[in-house]
């Protein structure tokens, strides 16, 4: 099985990615692309820009979406929305697709230092990544990241740890059926 996973932050540091890398972990029987979104800086979009053509960059976003079997993210919230690094890859990429995640299963993170965990991005993904092709089979939302999450053993506090290997469990459960 081939795995799509991006952090939705730019951050060279970023929580999310962190968060994903540590969630692969459970996946390491499967091929895994995982990206950084720094790969896919582009200009701003721009309704001009684009009479232009579009950037490589958002072209392969793409394809890699449409290479892979499953997705696994996690979007960090900036101003309870997406990041504007991930929210310009998804803008130009769904110029070119409307459905961006192209019917691809999706286990959709969020995590961040409040603890809210992102909850404002989890429900604004929830509700609208639906809309540009995302099957959402599963959800996790860290709250408290620099509490809950350790460099070296990722999720520490027990109830979110159980809650992350139920949601991986069911993930795994509903890609493989
Ligand atoms: C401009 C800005 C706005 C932010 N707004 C929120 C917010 O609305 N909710 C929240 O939980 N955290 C917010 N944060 C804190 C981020 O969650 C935090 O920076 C986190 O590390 C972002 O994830 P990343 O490290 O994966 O980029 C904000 C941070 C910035 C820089």
């Known amino acids: ?17 962190q968060l994903v890398k540590f969630v692969l972990k459970s996946f390491d029987e ?59 890859v998804f803008d130009w990429a769904s110029r070119i697709n409307v459905k961006v995640f192209q019917d691809k299963p999706m286990l959709l ?27 959402i089979k599963e959800t996790f939302s860290l709250p408290k990241f620099y509490e809950n999450f350790d460099q070296n053993n990722g999720v520490i506090s027990p109830e979110h740890s159980d809650t992350l290997k139920e949601r991986i469990a069911g993930f795994k459960k509903q890609i493989s059926a």
């Open 1 to 17: 099985m081939k795995i799509f996973a991006f952090a939705g932050s730019n951050s060279s540091t970023s929580i999310n990615k």
């Open 109 to 135: 993170m969020t995590t961040s230092p409040g603890g809210y965990g992102g909850g404002n991005v989890m429900a604004e993904a929830q509700k609208f990544f639906p809309q540009f092709g995302a099957i």
């Open 30 to 88: 499967h091929e895994i692309n995982l990206i950084d979104l720094n790969d896919y800086d582009m200009p701003v979009f721009s309704v001009d820009l684009e009479k232009d053509g579009f950037p490589r960059e958002a072209q392969l976003f793409l394809e890699n979406i449409a290479a892979c079997d499953v997705i696994i993210c996690s979007l960090a919230e900036n101003n309870r929305s997406y990041s504007v690094a991930f929210k310009n």
